[in-house]
């Protein structure tokens, strides 16, 4: 057996197992394999390299190719997340996020139904985020390099900076997260956490940098 048709087997098998649509809802050929391989298809022919004649699939094929060449990484961590969940066995819950003021947290985690399954997360804490290190008097730079976005983008970098969970969200499935959660990154410190298979942690990425970086590591 081919690994692509492997892979398309492991992919039915998957789809299979979600609670989204209702078993006495479904057909005998429901997400079968030669389904799943034909919605693949639909989507790889609208690749703009694709030198063939695109199948016959829907506008959202585009939309979602289109999605995954502009963010891979984000696409990447979607599908695990879904994958992830299914294999819980969680159910998808419609978005009810929940702040706490007081406490500066957030209920988070939660699978959403929409155009492409995505986790839920509060743009909410990315700002309480900021403004905490902002009343303690800490400067908004990347926890692991200390790179400042305002340093050399100027006005419009000021204060910009990307919020990241120490413990992913797909590991963890829905919690209540706390400022402490999080820590504040560049985008490549972001991108490098999350590049390969192990998601790196903090500590580690910030040992990487020390490792191979000629200008010392300022964040502790």
């Keep these: 057996m081919s690994d692509s048709v492997a892979a398309v087997g492991e992919l039915s098998r998957i789809l299979n197992l979600s609670g989204l649509h209702?078993?006495?809802?479904?057909?005998?050929?429901?997400?079968?394999?030669?389904?799943?391989?034909?919605?693949?298809?639909?989507?790889?022919?609208?690749?703009?390299?694709?030198?063939?004649?695109?199948?016959?699939?829907?506008?959202?094929?585009?939309?979602?190719?289109?999605?995954?060449?502009?963010?891979?990484?984000?696409?990447?961590?979607?599908?695990?997340?879904?994958?992830?969940?299914?294999?819980r066995g969680e159910s998808v819950m419609l978005p009810d996020e929940d702040i706490d003021e007081a406490e500066g947290s957030a209920s988070e985690g939660r699978l959403l139904a929409a155009r492409h399954f995505r986790r839920e997360r509060s743009p909410r804490l990315r700002a309480k985020k900021i403004e905490e290190s902002r009343k303690k008097g800490l400067p908004i730079v990347c926890n692991v390099c200390s790179f400042a976005f305002g340093s050399i983008y100027g006005e419009r970098g000021f204060e910009y900076i990307e919020v990241h969970h120490v413990l992913p969200l797909h590991v963890s499935g829905e919690v209540q997260t706390k400022l402490s959660d999080l820590v504040m990154l560049c985008a490549n410190c972001h991108r490098m956490i999350h590049r390969g298979?192990?998601?790196?942690?903090?500590?580690?990425?910030?040992?990487?940098?020390?490792?191979?970086?000629?200008?010392?590591v300022l964040v502790g």
């Design 197 to 216: 298979k192990r998601w790196l942690t903090v500590e580690e990425l910030r040992a990487v940098v020390a490792l191979n970086s000629p200008d010392p």
């Design 22 to 87: 209702p078993v006495e809802h479904r057909s005998n050929k429901f997400r079968n394999p030669a389904g799943v391989a034909r919605k693949t298809a639909d989507i790889a022919t609208q690749h703009p390299d694709y030198l063939g004649k695109p199948t016959n699939g829907n506008r959202l094929d585009r939309e979602v190719l289109t999605e995954f060449l502009e963010e891979p990484l984000r696409m990447q961590m979607i599908a695990e997340e879904i994958t992830a969940s299914i294999l």
